[in-house]
Protein backbone atom coordinates (compact mmCIF):
# COMPACT_ATOMS: atom_id res chain seq x y z
CA UNK A 1 0.00 0.00 0.00
CA UNK A 2 1.35 3.51 -1.02
CA UNK A 3 -0.35 5.80 1.56
CA UNK A 4 -0.64 9.87 0.54
CA UNK A 5 -0.10 12.19 3.06
CA UNK A 6 -3.24 13.91 3.98
CA UNK A 7 -1.90 17.19 3.50
CA UNK A 8 -0.94 17.18 -0.12
CA UNK A 9 1.40 20.02 0.97
CA UNK A 10 2.99 17.83 3.05
CA UNK A 11 3.91 15.35 0.76
CA UNK A 12 7.53 14.29 0.20
CA UNK A 13 9.26 15.80 -2.64
CA UNK A 14 8.27 14.05 -6.25
CA UNK A 15 10.97 11.54 -7.43
CA UNK A 16 11.96 10.56 -4.15
CA UNK A 17 10.74 7.03 -4.16
CA UNK A 18 9.65 7.19 -0.62
CA UNK A 19 7.08 4.32 0.09
CA UNK A 20 5.01 4.19 3.70
CA UNK A 21 2.99 0.86 4.26
CA UNK A 22 1.78 -0.90 7.15
CA UNK A 23 4.35 -3.28 8.38
CA UNK A 24 3.70 -7.00 8.80
CA UNK A 25 5.06 -9.88 10.69
CA UNK A 26 8.00 -10.60 7.99
CA UNK A 27 9.60 -7.09 8.98
CA UNK A 28 10.34 -7.90 11.87
CA UNK A 29 14.11 -7.57 11.86
CA UNK A 30 13.93 -4.34 10.03
CA UNK A 31 11.30 -2.97 13.27
CA UNK A 32 13.33 -3.90 15.44
CA UNK A 33 16.26 -2.50 14.14
CA UNK A 34 14.59 1.05 13.86
CA UNK A 35 13.23 0.52 17.15
CA UNK A 36 16.52 -0.24 19.02
CA UNK A 37 18.69 2.59 16.86
CA UNK A 38 16.34 4.99 18.51
CA UNK A 39 16.65 3.68 22.10
CA UNK A 40 20.09 3.59 20.99
CA UNK A 41 20.52 7.43 20.01
CA UNK A 42 18.95 8.05 23.29
CA UNK A 43 21.61 6.84 24.99
CA UNK A 44 21.91 9.29 27.83
CA UNK A 45 18.05 9.94 28.58
CA UNK A 46 17.39 8.85 32.61
CA UNK A 47 14.29 6.60 30.75
CA UNK A 48 15.03 5.21 27.85
CA UNK A 49 19.25 5.21 28.27
CA UNK A 50 18.47 2.52 30.40
CA UNK A 51 18.55 -0.51 28.44
CA UNK A 52 17.84 -4.44 29.65
CA UNK A 53 20.99 -6.06 29.39
CA UNK A 54 19.41 -8.62 27.47
CA UNK A 55 17.63 -6.06 25.23
CA UNK A 56 18.75 -7.66 21.88
CA UNK A 57 17.01 -10.98 22.96
CA UNK A 58 13.76 -9.01 24.27
CA UNK A 59 13.24 -6.46 21.35
CA UNK A 60 12.22 -9.38 18.39
CA UNK A 61 9.72 -11.13 21.53
CA UNK A 62 8.19 -7.50 21.96
CA UNK A 63 7.38 -6.51 18.47
CA UNK A 64 6.31 -9.50 17.49
CA UNK A 65 3.96 -9.78 19.92
CA UNK A 66 3.05 -5.68 19.07
CA UNK A 67 2.73 -6.70 15.24
CA UNK A 68 0.71 -9.90 16.12
CA UNK A 69 -2.02 -7.16 18.29
CA UNK A 70 -5.05 -5.89 16.42
CA UNK A 71 -4.60 -2.42 18.89
CA UNK A 72 -1.42 -1.91 17.45
CA UNK A 73 -0.23 -0.89 14.21
CA UNK A 74 3.50 0.00 12.69
CA UNK A 75 4.38 1.86 9.43
CA UNK A 76 7.66 1.44 7.81
CA UNK A 77 8.95 4.39 5.27
CA UNK A 78 10.98 2.46 2.37
CA UNK A 79 13.10 4.45 0.10
CA UNK A 80 15.13 1.99 -2.48
CA UNK A 81 13.67 -0.90 -0.85
CA UNK A 82 15.12 -0.08 2.53
CA UNK A 83 13.36 0.85 5.90
CA UNK A 84 14.74 4.20 6.74
CA UNK A 85 11.78 5.40 8.88
CA UNK A 86 8.98 3.84 11.73
CA UNK A 87 6.28 4.88 13.62
CA UNK A 88 4.11 2.96 16.15
CA UNK A 89 0.22 3.65 16.59
CA UNK A 90 -1.46 1.89 19.48
CA UNK A 91 -5.37 2.42 20.23
CA UNK A 92 -5.27 3.50 24.03
CA UNK A 93 -7.74 4.23 26.44
CA UNK A 94 -7.94 7.38 28.31
CA UNK A 95 -10.14 7.57 31.93
CA UNK A 96 -13.70 7.01 31.28
CA UNK A 97 -14.54 10.23 32.96
CA UNK A 98 -13.03 12.37 29.98
CA UNK A 99 -14.71 13.09 27.05
CA UNK A 100 -12.22 12.14 24.64
CA UNK A 101 -11.98 7.97 26.11
CA UNK A 102 -9.94 6.78 22.83
CA UNK A 103 -7.05 7.85 21.78
CA UNK A 104 -3.66 6.83 19.33
CA UNK A 105 -0.62 6.91 20.95
CA UNK A 106 2.11 7.23 18.94
CA UNK A 107 5.74 5.36 19.67
CA UNK A 108 8.51 3.92 18.33
CA UNK A 109 8.88 7.03 15.95
CA UNK A 110 12.42 6.78 14.21
CA UNK A 111 13.93 8.18 10.95
CA UNK A 112 17.57 7.13 9.71
CA UNK A 113 19.96 9.92 10.42
CA UNK A 114 20.62 10.25 6.50
CA UNK A 115 17.07 10.61 5.80
CA UNK A 116 15.62 13.27 7.96
CA UNK A 117 14.49 16.48 6.65
CA UNK A 118 12.90 14.99 3.51
CA UNK A 119 9.22 14.89 5.07
CA UNK A 120 9.57 10.82 6.29
CA UNK A 121 7.78 11.83 9.42
CA UNK A 122 5.03 13.67 7.33
CA UNK A 123 4.56 10.85 5.57
CA UNK A 124 4.32 8.57 8.26
CA UNK A 125 2.23 10.63 10.14
CA UNK A 126 0.04 10.65 7.34
CA UNK A 127 -0.70 6.80 6.95
CA UNK A 128 -1.47 7.21 10.88
CA UNK A 129 -3.83 9.90 10.17
CA UNK A 130 -5.74 6.92 7.73
CA UNK A 131 -5.35 4.59 10.26
CA UNK A 132 -6.73 6.48 12.93
CA UNK A 133 -9.77 7.63 10.49
CA UNK A 134 -10.52 4.30 9.99
CA UNK A 135 -10.83 3.50 13.46
CA UNK A 136 -13.02 7.12 14.74
CA UNK A 137 -10.17 7.74 16.60
CA UNK A 138 -9.75 11.92 16.47
CA UNK A 139 -6.55 12.64 19.20
CA UNK A 140 -3.44 10.97 18.83
CA UNK A 141 -0.71 11.95 22.04
CA UNK A 142 3.22 11.01 22.14
CA UNK A 143 6.00 11.34 24.61
CA UNK A 144 9.15 13.43 23.36
CA UNK A 145 12.55 14.51 25.05
CA UNK A 146 12.12 18.94 25.52
CA UNK A 147 14.43 20.51 23.42
CA UNK A 148 16.14 19.37 20.37
CA UNK A 149 14.86 18.09 17.34
CA UNK A 150 12.05 15.76 18.17
CA UNK A 151 10.17 18.58 20.11
CA UNK A 152 10.93 21.01 17.18
CA UNK A 153 9.75 18.01 14.57
CA UNK A 154 6.46 17.41 16.66
CA UNK A 155 5.44 21.15 17.00
CA UNK A 156 6.27 21.28 13.30
CA UNK A 157 3.72 18.50 12.69
CA UNK A 158 0.77 20.01 14.72
CA UNK A 159 1.41 18.74 18.55
CA UNK A 160 1.23 20.84 20.83
CA UNK A 161 2.51 20.38 24.42
CA UNK A 162 -0.17 19.68 27.34
CA UNK A 163 2.06 18.16 30.14
CA UNK A 164 5.62 17.03 31.46
CA UNK A 165 6.56 14.04 32.61
CA UNK A 166 9.16 13.78 35.94
CA UNK A 167 11.29 11.47 36.98
CA UNK A 168 12.76 10.70 40.43
CA UNK A 169 15.33 8.26 40.22
CA UNK A 170 16.83 6.93 43.60
CA UNK A 171 20.03 4.45 42.68
CA UNK A 172 20.58 2.15 39.89
CA UNK A 173 18.18 -0.48 38.94
C1 LIG B 1 12.10 13.49 14.87
C2 LIG B 1 12.21 12.76 13.52
C3 LIG B 1 11.31 11.53 13.57
C4 LIG B 1 11.73 13.71 12.38
O1 LIG B 1 11.69 12.97 11.19
P1 LIG B 1 11.88 13.66 9.76
O2 LIG B 1 11.53 12.65 8.73
O3 LIG B 1 13.20 14.28 9.69
O4 LIG B 1 10.76 14.80 9.81
P2 LIG B 1 10.14 15.53 8.52
O5 LIG B 1 11.20 15.72 7.48
O6 LIG B 1 8.88 14.83 8.11
O7 LIG B 1 9.80 16.95 9.12
C5 LIG B 1 8.52 17.26 9.63
C6 LIG B 1 8.55 18.69 10.13
O8 LIG B 1 9.41 18.78 11.27
C7 LIG B 1 10.43 19.70 11.05
N1 LIG B 1 11.68 19.15 11.61
C8 LIG B 1 12.14 17.91 11.45
N2 LIG B 1 13.32 17.77 12.11
C9 LIG B 1 13.58 18.98 12.66
C10 LIG B 1 14.65 19.47 13.44
N3 LIG B 1 15.71 18.69 13.76
N4 LIG B 1 14.62 20.76 13.83
C11 LIG B 1 13.58 21.58 13.50
N5 LIG B 1 12.51 21.15 12.75
C12 LIG B 1 12.52 19.87 12.34
C13 LIG B 1 10.56 19.81 9.54
O9 LIG B 1 11.10 21.06 9.17
C14 LIG B 1 9.13 19.64 9.09
O10 LIG B 1 8.41 20.84 9.23
P3 LIG B 1 8.11 21.78 7.95
O11 LIG B 1 7.48 20.87 6.95
O12 LIG B 1 7.20 22.81 8.50
O13 LIG B 1 9.45 22.27 7.52
C15 LIG B 1 13.69 12.37 13.22
O14 LIG B 1 14.50 13.51 13.36
C16 LIG B 1 14.23 11.29 14.15
O15 LIG B 1 14.05 10.10 13.90
N6 LIG B 1 14.90 11.70 15.25
C17 LIG B 1 15.52 10.76 16.19
C18 LIG B 1 14.50 9.88 16.89
C19 LIG B 1 13.44 10.67 17.60
O16 LIG B 1 13.71 11.64 18.31
N7 LIG B 1 12.20 10.22 17.41
C20 LIG B 1 11.04 10.84 18.02
C21 LIG B 1 10.79 10.26 19.34
S1 LIG B 1 9.42 11.08 20.14
Do not use: K
Amino acid sequence: MVVTPVDPAAAPAPGTGLRVRPAAAADLDAVVELRLALLREYGHHAVYGRLHPDVEARAPRLCRQQLDSPRDAFFLAEAGGRAVGLLRCTESEASPLLLVERFAYLSSVYVRPGYRRRGILRALLGAADAWCRERGIADMRLHNVPGGGAAAAWAAVGFDVTEEVRIRRRGEP
